[in-house]
């Protein structure tokens, strides 16, 4: 069974910024491919951005240019640096992992998730 553990989050004022990190543990097997996803109240789950086990990166078009996901598959952990926050940022973020890689729309098909953080962004 494995398990993600997310830490960070939390409150912060638009513009500002804040990192989300991600570790699997309970398995000895190496290189999933990891992803952040994230739900507002009353809106359906979105992709955030998805890193496969050899690092390459797909970002939402409503991030790219101010988040950044960086890693370690070897050791399958994941970290979201989100920068230049925005009101409608505000979500509960979750982490997912599986040993293979799905499309943001496919995010039902990873295997296994964290039990999200709150990151709340103030006008």
């Known amino acids: 069974q494995v398990q993600l553990v997310e830490s960070g989050g939390g409150s912060v004022q638009a513009g500002g910024s804040l990192r989300l990190s991600c570790a699997a543990s309970g398995s000895t097997y190496s290189g999933y491919c990891m992803g952040w996803f994230r739900q507002a109240p009353g809106k359906e789950r979105e992709g955030v951005a998805v890193?496969?086990?050899?690092?390459?990166?797909t970002y939402a078009d409503s991030v790219k240019g101010r988040f950044t996901v960086s890693g370690d598959s070897a050791k399958n952990t994941l970290e979201l640096q989100m920068n230049r926050l925005k009101p409608e940022d505000t979500a509960v973020y979750y982490c997912?992992?599986?040993?293979?890689?799905?499309?943001?729309?496919?995010?039902?098909?990873?295997?296994?998730w964290g039990q999200g953080t709150q990151v709340t962004v103030s006008s």
């Open positions: 890193r496969d086990p050899d690092g390459s990166t």
């Open positions: 997912a992992a599986d040993r293979d890689c799905y499309d943001f729309d496919l995010a039902a098909e990873y295997a296994y």
